[in-house]
């Protein structure tokens, strides 16, 4: 698939994969691989092409929104709510400050993901609890990923970094009691509970999922 950068935030990154040195976790990790028909190079090579994928997926939708905030202020809240794909995802704006609020947070994933991402690549045993996103979380500077994402495709492995990324600053948001995971769900927040939307790292993840697709 051929990859349109924004050369807003195009700079050679260079994420990293740190993978067990142990020989007891290397093996479980490869046997864990077999399952998905991958080897250990060959999974560390997805995980860093969706690492790329990521960017780009966080340069289009920054793109959309500083195209937007761009213009005279007195204009946000009309061009946002009436961009087909920030009022999908993110609901009814009434302030030129939340346009703004969700600018910078755009603006935010764009310079962590071109820092470098740090991807720590564990067996699936390790996993303790039932992820949504296949056993990936965010820590305060790396990611652990489990091989039960490759279950997944590359897009979904991409936008789950911009949603753990998003984990700095919020929670999963809540559709009554249960958490915000896919994106029936998103949409409906953002139908609903715009507020909580422009707070919710599954509705940034598919924004920008969908950004890069309608470039």
């Known amino acids: 698939m ?7 935030y195009f700079v050679m990154a260079k994420h990293k994969i740190k993978s067990p040195t142990r020989k007891k976790n290397k093996r479980a990790i490869s046997e864990d691989l077999e399952k998905f028909g991958l080897t250990l190079s060959q999974a560390e090579g997805q ?5 790329d994928l990521a960017s780009d997926m966080a340069s289009a939708g920054y793109g959309i929104l500083k195209g937007i905030t761009d213009l005279s202020e007195s204009r946000w809240v009309d061009e946002f709510s009436g961009h087909a794909l920030c009022d999908l995802w993110f609901g009814e704006v009434t302030k ?3 346009v703004k609020k969700v600018r910078n947070r755009m603006d935010s994933i764009c310079n962590r993901i071109q820092r470098g991402l740090t991807i720590r690549f564990r067996p699936q045993k ?7 996103n296949r056993g990936t979380f965010f820590e305060p500077s790396t990611f652990k990923v489990f091989p039960f994402i490759f279950d997944e495709d590359m897009n979904y492995i991409a936008s789950t970094y911009i949603h753990e990324l998003m984990h700095v600053w919020f929670k999963d ?5 249960e958490p915000v995971y896919g994106d029936q769900a998103a949409l409906d927040l953002a139908k609903y509970h715009p507020r909580r939307a422009r707070k919710s790292a599954e509705n940034y993840a598919f924004f920008c999922e969908e950004a890069l697709k309608n470039k």
Not at 2 to 8: G, S
Not at 47 to 51: D, R, T
Not at 126 to 132: G, L, N, S
């Open 173 to 177: 948001q809540k559709l009554g009691m």
């Open 96 to 98: 030129k400050s939340q």
């Open 126 to 132: 390790e996993r303790t609890h039932d992820a949504h």
């Open 47 to 51: 995980l860093l092409e969706a690492a």
């Open 2 to 8: 051929r990859r349109i950068i924004n050369l807003t």
